[in-house]
């Protein structure tokens, strides 16, 4: 302990300070007026639609997006719309039975699936609490691999309808 305070203490006599000088500015360096005006002159950062896909509620085959989301890469996933699921019930992406909104039915986690081939009761994503508005949004990672998306249920015979995943980037 006694020796890495020497030598920090070493280091410092060996800098030379000197009260109330300051450094003298690069002149090559843009000054705080300019950057805040660049700043103000761009437009800022928004989500953008890259692909839309359309998912066919009465098919269990999942739709795969023309892009390959870049492995580590951040998107936002947009779902909307309605459709008739289960028995002639109104669903979306996520819920079905807007009365009395369900998550689950008898035996799998309605919805859509995204990365997830597996119809159970645990649909990847979870796309949030249920909304009127029927658009939910959720942040996805990108794996390297086109995405695939499918409507989880159990019974596709008395579903009819699509609906909508965006994929969005950040500009």
């Known amino acids: 302990m006694r020796i890495r305070h020497t030598v920090v ?3 410092l006599c060996g800098c030379s300070f ?3 000088s300051e450094p003298e500015p690069d002149a090559s360096a843009p000054d705080v ?3 805040i005006a660049s ?3 761009k437009p800022p950062p928004v989500w953008r639609v890259v692909e839309t ?3 066919d509620t009465a098919n269990p085959k999942a739709t795969l997006s023309k892009m390959v989301l870049e492995a580590g890469a951040m998107y936002r996933l947009r779902a909307s719309g309605t459709a008739s699921v289960i028995d002639g019930i109104i669903g979306d992406a996520d819920y079905y039975d807007f009365a009395n909104p369900k998550d689950n039915a008898c035996c799998e986690d309605v919805g859509i699936g995204i990365d997830d081939p597996a119809v159970d009761l645990t649909t990847t994503p979870d796309w949030g609490p249920y909304n009127a508005d029927h ?3 959720i942040t996805w990672m990108g794996t390297g691999t086109p995405l695939s998306a499918a409507y989880q249920d159990t019974v ?3 579903n009819s309808g699509n609906l909508t995943i965006e994929i969005l980037v950040f500009d």
């Open 9 to 11: 203490l070493a280091a």
């Open 33 to 35: 007026e300019t950057i």
């Open 39 to 41: 700043d103000l002159d």
């Open 156 to 158: 596709y015979g008395n």
């Open 135 to 137: 658009v939910y949004e």
């Open 18 to 20: 000197e009260h109330g």
């Open 53 to 55: 896909l359309t998912i």
